[in-house]
């Protein structure tokens, strides 16, 4: 066996059910929130303080419970102190009509004055002036709001100055727009769909006074509380994110008026005066967005709560997450998942991590696989969910999203795409990448050659030239050039040309998970030294030649091993990966059994000399203290060559 080939009990991994069994019980009867404690205390912070910007933004990837973990903080708030609550009414602006009062009043009085007001109205209506004057000043007596009160005096001076007839009743009546008598906590509204009027109000014309007809949004519903909007939609509404960050400002609401179907004018109530906190619910890529685009984004959003993709595999975490696995059961009427079952649950979620020691935060893809194995158990007429039925799940998920990937592995088999899986070859090498569609993704081969010749181009990127390269694959092939001029190029300059191309590959090329692939074929062709076929590689390089992790790794492999599957298995085929990536190794178990026997290898290794040694079966050599590579090794050779093409590409005198 191969020094850096993986053994294959290295690649056996499963939980042991004595971690969760003895505690399932308990743990399904627990809400406690799972593996995000940084996102939690910051929400909690964020959410205690209802001082001015302190507003949220929640970031991490969808399917992770953000809106969840809102609603567990809400419930653990201390309930609001008395007197901390509003109520909210629109009230007629004597002074600017069009202009309504937003009349900020402590919880529970709303009703009495709107009811109080409306009655003089009545009054004012019937030409019971006196009547209804008395009724006002009685409501300045008790009025504690000195926005009620100066609404109220300026009534009673409407009053007093006798030129009020019975159609001005409606003057005096108010608009009450959110009634927190019977509220015991603070508001939590969820804008599912944010539009300027869903978030700011409306204008019905159902009177023709203008704070009559006003109704109010989700804004004004979550004042004393929280409002959570979804950022991306709210970012894509034309002119709304600005109109929230004035809201933020100034408690400005801008309420469009639209008449007979025709665009009308704003109107524009006096700014509302009451604590209101939003959480903005997004991804990490929108967060760095605004920050860099946005100068006011920091003012007003001070609290970042980050969640994080996936949680340490303890056993705290194991069980919260059978707790969550047997809550779904519950809650959804599923069949019982067998302790074998929530062990291959538990592998899922850790390959969906990316790592042995690692779960995954994204709960809701757990939920997923529970409910398609509930179907596939109750198909068969079984009575529970065992870890059989969690594969099938897992794999008839794979068959109804491999298509594509069956369209590929088709064009290999029948030569098609033409890729080698056996011999030598120099200059060429299968890559390994990962392609996805919608919510699947799989591992393919792809074929990288490299021509090199005399010249002083240097390193041409073939993607590059045709359009085809994303800016982090631009940057691993200049890395290339660097490990030349480090590893070889230290007493004569580095000229040549090389092209680098993706044979066969029609579509953006980016990241660098294939630099040390293009490396190990730019070195066999410098060098004119055969390189095996049968072997694929994966993993990225830096300038001084050590092999760094890469993501993706099992879909990678797996894909590989398929395709030799298809077309057949010699004993010779497998895959080199970075040795950083043992730690991400969760395979099924048809791979495992070929490994077993043999007939499938991994490789792991951490410099680009242990790779070629694996490829083309020769040593690489080390420098001596003389500066000097021992004779036919592979670094001897292609520093030979390297020398002899910074002499062909010098200008003839």
């Given at each position: 066996?191969?020094?850096?080939?993986?053994?294959?009990?290295?690649?056996?991994?499963?939980?042991?059910?004595?971690?969760?069994?003895?505690?399932?019980?308990?743990?399904?009867?627990?809400?406690?929130?799972?593996?995000?404690?940084?996102?939690?205390?910051?929400?909690?912070?964020?959410?205690?303080?209802?001082?001015?910007?302190?507003?949220?933004?929640?970031?991490?990837?969808?399917?992770?419970?953000?809106?969840?973990?809102?609603?567990?903080?809400?419930?653990?708030?201390?309930?609001?102190?008395?007197?901390?609550?509003?109520?909210?009414?629109?009230?007629?602006?004597?002074?600017?009509?069009?202009?309504?009062?937003?009349?900020?009043?402590?919880?529970?009085?709303?009703?009495?004055?709107?009811?109080?007001?409306?009655?003089?109205?009545?009054?004012?209506?019937?030409?019971?002036?006196?009547?209804?004057?008395?009724?006002?000043?009685?409501?300045?007596?008790?009025?504690?709001?000195?926005?009620?009160?100066?609404?109220?005096?300026?009534?009673?001076?409407?009053?007093?100055?006798?030129?009020?007839?019975?159609?001005?009743?409606?003057?005096?009546?108010?608009?009450?727009?959110?009634?927190?008598?019977?509220?015991?906590?603070?508001?939590?509204?969820?804008?599912?769909?944010?539009?300027?009027?869903?978030?700011?109000?409306?204008?019905?014309?159902?009177?023709?006074?203008?704070?009559?007809?006003?109704?109010?949004?989700?804004?004004?519903?979550?004042?004393?509380?929280?409002?959570?909007?979804?950022?991306?939609?709210?970012?894509?509404?034309?002119?709304?994110?600005?109109?929230?960050?004035?809201?933020?400002?100034?408690?400005?609401?801008?309420?469009?008026?639209?008449?007979?179907?025709?665009?009308?004018?704003?109107?524009?109530?006096?700014?509302?005066?009451?604590?209101?906190?939003?959480?903005?619910?997004?991804?990490?890529?929108?967060?760095?967005?605004?920050?860099?685009?946005?100068?006011?984004?920091?003012?007003?959003?001070?609290?970042?709560?980050?969640?994080?993709?996936?949680?340490?595999?303890?056993?705290?975490?194991?069980?919260?997450?059978?707790?969550?696995?047997?809550?779904?059961?519950?809650?959804?009427?599923?069949?019982?998942?067998?302790?074998?079952?929530?062990?291959?649950?538990?592998?899922?979620?850790?390959?969906?991590?990316?790592?042995?020691?690692?779960?995954?935060?994204?709960?809701?893809?757990?939920?997923?696989?529970?409910?398609?194995?509930?179907?596939?158990?109750?198909?068969?007429?079984?009575?529970?969910?065992?870890?059989?039925?969690?594969?099938?799940?897992?794999?008839?998920?794979?068959?109804?999203?491999?298509?594509?990937?069956?369209?590929?592995?088709?064009?290999?088999?029948?030569?098609?795409?033409?890729?080698?899986?056996?011999?030598?070859?120099?200059?060429?090498?299968?890559?390994l990448a990962i392609m996805d569609r919608g919510n699947a993704s799989f591992g393919t081969p792809t074929v990288?050659?490299?021509?090199?010749?005399?010249?002083?181009?240097?390193?041409?990127?073939?993607?590059?030239?045709?359009?085809?390269?994303?800016?982090?694959?631009?940057?691993?092939?200049?890395?290339?050039?660097?490990?030349?001029?480090?590893?070889?190029?230290?007493?004569?300059?580095?000229?040549?040309?090389?092209?680098?191309?993706?044979?066969?590959?029609?579509?953006?090329?980016?990241?660098?998970?294939?630099?040390?692939?293009?490396?190990?074929?730019?070195?066999?062709?410098?060098?004119?030294?055969?390189?095996?076929?049968?072997?694929?590689?994966?993993?990225?390089?830096?300038?001084?030649?050590?092999?760094?992790?890469?993501?993706?790794?099992?879909?990678?492999?797996?894909?590989?091993?398929?395709?030799?599957?298809?077309?057949?298995?010699?004993?010779?085929?497998?895959?080199?990966?970075?040795?950083?990536?043992?730690?991400?190794?969760?395979?099924?178990?048809?791979?495992?059994?070929?490994?077993?026997?043999?007939?499938?290898?991994?490789?792991?290794?951490?410099?680009?000399?242990?790779?070629?040694?694996?490829?083309?079966?020769?040593?690489?050599?080390?420098?001596?203290?003389?500066?000097?590579?021992?004779?036919?090794?592979?670094?001897?050779?292609?520093?030979?060559?390297?020398?002899?093409?910074?002499?062909?590409?010098?200008?003839?005198?």
């Amino acid at each position: 066996m191969d020094k850096n080939e993986v053994k294959s009990d290295q690649l056996e991994f499963s939980y042991d059910t004595a971690v969760f069994s003895a505690h399932r019980a308990s743990a399904a009867l627990t809400n406690k929130f799972i593996g995000q404690p940084r996102a939690i205390d910051a929400l909690k912070m964020g959410m205690s303080l209802m001082a001015r910007n302190y507003n949220i933004f929640l970031s991490g990837d969808p399917g992770s419970g953000r809106h969840e973990a809102v609603r567990h903080v809400a419930a653990s708030l201390t309930p609001p102190k008395s007197g901390s609550m509003h109520d909210i009414a629109f009230a007629y602006n004597f002074h600017k009509p069009q202009s309504p009062l937003t009349l900020v009043l402590p919880a529970g009085t709303g009703s009495r004055v709107t009811r109080q007001m409306n009655l003089a109205g009545q009054m004012i209506k019937e030409s019971r002036i006196e009547e209804a004057q008395k009724i006002i000043m009685d409501e300045i007596r008790l009025s504690t709001s000195p926005d009620l009160s100066a609404f109220l005096k300026s009534a009673v001076a409407r009053l007093e100055h006798g030129s009020v007839s019975r159609q001005d009743s409606d003057m005096f009546r108010l608009n009450l727009v959110s009634d927190k008598s019977i509220q015991t906590s603070r508001p939590l509204i969820f804008e599912s769909h944010p539009t300027h009027a869903n978030l700011f109000g409306q204008f019905s014309e159902t009177s023709p006074l203008v704070h009559l007809s006003l109704s109010p949004g989700s804004v004004i519903d979550a004042c004393d509380g929280f409002l959570i909007i979804d950022a991306e939609q709210l970012l894509a509404q034309g002119g709304l994110w600005d109109n929230l960050k004035r809201f933020l400002d100034f408690g400005t609401l801008l309420v469009n008026r639209s008449i007979s179907n025709q665009d009308g004018f704003i109107i524009k109530p006096t700014p509302i005066n009451a604590p209101m906190k939003v959480i903005l619910i997004g991804t990490d890529a929108i967060y760095d967005k605004l920050c860099d685009t946005d100068e006011s984004f920091l003012d007003l959003f001070n609290v970042s709560a980050e969640f994080d993709f996936s949680m340490p595999a303890n056993d705290d975490n194991i069980i919260a997450t059978t707790g969550y696995i047997d809550r779904t059961v519950r809650d959804s009427y599923l069949l019982p998942v067998c302790d074998d079952g929530i062990a291959r649950l538990l592998f899922y979620s850790s390959w969906y991590a990316e790592q042995r020691n690692e779960l995954t935060t994204k709960l809701s893809f757990l939920s997923d696989l529970v409910h398609e194995a509930n179907y596939w158990a109750r198909e068969a007429s079984l009575s529970n969910i065992t870890a059989e039925l969690i594969d099938k799940a897992v794999s008839m998920r794979n068959y109804m999203n491999s298509l594509t990937e069956t369209k590929i592995n088709e064009e290999i088999s029948n030569g098609e795409m033409i890729i080698s899986l056996s011999g030598s070859k120099s200059g060429v090498i299968n890559g390994l990448a990962i392609m996805d569609r919608g919510n699947a993704s799989f591992g393919t081969p792809t074929v990288i050659s490299v021509s090199v010749a005399p010249g002083t181009e240097g390193i041409v990127n073939i993607e590059h030239e045709a359009g085809l390269s994303g800016e982090i694959h631009d940057k691993g092939l200049l890395i290339l050039e660097g490990y030349l001029r480090k590893h070889y190029a230290r007493n004569f300059p580095l000229s040549m040309y090389a092209g680098i191309c993706f044979e066969q590959s029609y579509a953006e090329v980016d990241g660098d998970s294939a630099s040390s692939a293009e490396l190990f074929a730019l070195l066999s062709a410098i060098g004119d030294i055969p390189l095996r076929q049968e072997i694929a590689v994966t993993g990225s390089v830096n300038q001084l030649g050590d092999i760094q992790p890469v993501g993706g790794i099992n879909e990678k492999i797996y894909g590989f091993y398929k395709i030799c599957r298809i077309t057949g298995l010699t004993g010779r085929q497998g895959v080199i990966i970075p040795r950083q990536n043992l730690s991400s190794l969760l395979l099924p178990s048809d791979i495992l059994a070929s490994i077993n026997a043999g007939r499938f290898h991994i490789y792991a290794i951490q410099t680009i000399d242990e790779g070629m040694e694996i490829l083309t079966n020769r040593p690489s050599g080390q420098r001596s203290a003389k500066g000097t590579f021992p004779a036919n090794t592979i670094n001897n050779i292609i520093e030979t060559h390297l020398r002899n093409l910074c002499n062909l590409s010098r200008p003839a005198n």
